[in-house]
């Protein structure tokens, strides 16, 4: 079964489409409406526009929630294909991050972390650009502002701003022209995001912008689920984290550095999501994109099918179990 994701077949986006209704059966058969906060402008102004595309149906927003994981799973896998960042085009990664955001419901509700991960997985798209590009100025002022917006849908996310950093130490050498346009372009977005509070006369909700809390994974105390949970994601994670060690020896340089910052990004993508009131249980899907290429890995293996295909079947049955044990 995993020559079929491996396939850079548009009959393989078919496969993951209906594999996405599969497993988010379980979401889409008790949907929900997204919750509002009244501090949270963006995301306010983002579901009045919802409102009409799904008119304030429970099942219209979670359909377009599932459809949106399935649209970034396919948008996260371009942006690994377009820098080779494994050997061959395949759909394995997109795979993986329908897979994860399915190990819990309300990652496939609408929420604040679906909304971010646009971002996010943009910011990717244009952070991976800077060792490639003709036009490094554009895509650092490109990264700076995405990651900006991701800030202002929750504000933990202004962590990324260091992602930012770390990709231009990695992969520019040091330009202090470069320094101060990706500081432009991350302040321009909180420059119109003020500017439009201020004149929708709602430039007192800046101040209740910044907010951050702690939150541990959901259901803590559902004990066989977050048990289940957690150690099925150390084995998932650790399977990967050891493919791409072995990988990076054999790796160009350009090639290392990219994964060193996606790993770099997950570490700090766990950060906001501790960092999230414990009401949200959304934030954990924050996660989900950098932790979706790190497991990858070894799916993507070849000459080692024995373990390519351990790992895929132990995450169809990760996925089962921890959709069965919710319910429990």
């Known amino acids: 079964m995993l020559h079929l994701i491996r396939n850079n077949s548009p009959y393989t986006v078919l496969i993951l489409f209906i594999f996405t209704l599969l497993v988010k059966l379980q979401a889409l058969a008790n949907p929900q409406l997204p919750v ?15 409102d009409v595309v799904t008119g304030r149906s429970a099942f219209g927003y979670t359909m377009v929630a599932v459809i949106m994981l399935f649209g970034q799973a396919l948008f996260l896998n371009a942006v690994t294909i377009r820098y080779r960042l494994f050997g061959r085009p395949t759909y394995v990664v997109a795979y993986c991050y329908i897979l994860l955001t399915s190990i819990h419901p309300s990652f496939s509700y609408f929420s604040e972390g679906l909304v ?4 996010l997985i943009g910011a990717f798209l244009a952070l991976f650009s800077f060792h490639q590009t003709n036009q490094p100025r554009k895509q650092i002022y490109n990264a700076g502002f995405l990651l900006s917006c991701a800030a202002i849908v929750h504000f933990p996310a202004a962590v990324f701003l260091l992602l930012l950093f770390v990709a231009l130490i ?3 050498s040091f330009n202090a022209g470069e320094w101060i346009v990706s500081l432009m372009g ?49 084995i998932l994670f650790s399977m990967g984290a050891f493919v791409m060690q072995a990988q990076m020896q054999r790796s160009a340089v350009f090639l290392r550095r990219s994964w060193v910052m996606i790993f770099i990004a997950c570490v700090l993508s766990v950060i906001v999501a501790m960092s999230t009131e414990s009401t949200r249980q959304y934030s954990w899907l924050i996660v989900m994109p950098a932790l979706s290429l790190i497991i990858a890995q070894p799916l993507n293996l070849e000459k080692s099918k024995r373990f390519s295909n351990f790992t895929f079947y132990f995450s169809l049955l990760f996925i089962i179990i921890c959709q069965v044990a919710y319910n429990y």
């Not at 509002?36 to 579901?47: I, K, P, S």
């Not at 971010?116 to 971002?119: D, I, P, T």
């Not at 912008?209 to 259901?219: K, L, N």
């Open 116 to 119: 971010l991960n646009w971002f």
């Open 186 to 234: 991350y302040l321009t977005p909180l420059y119109f995001f003020a500017g439009i509070l201020f004149i929708i006369d709602r430039f007192p909700a800046m101040k209740l912008w910044p907010h951050i809390g702690f939150a541990i994974p959901a259901r803590v105390s559902d004990l066989p689920y977050l048990v289940i949970a957690v150690t099925g994601l150390v």
């Open 170 to 172: 990695l992969l520019r």
């Open 36 to 50: 509002v906060t009244a501090d949270h402008v963006f995301y306010e102004g983002v579901l009045n526009v919802f």
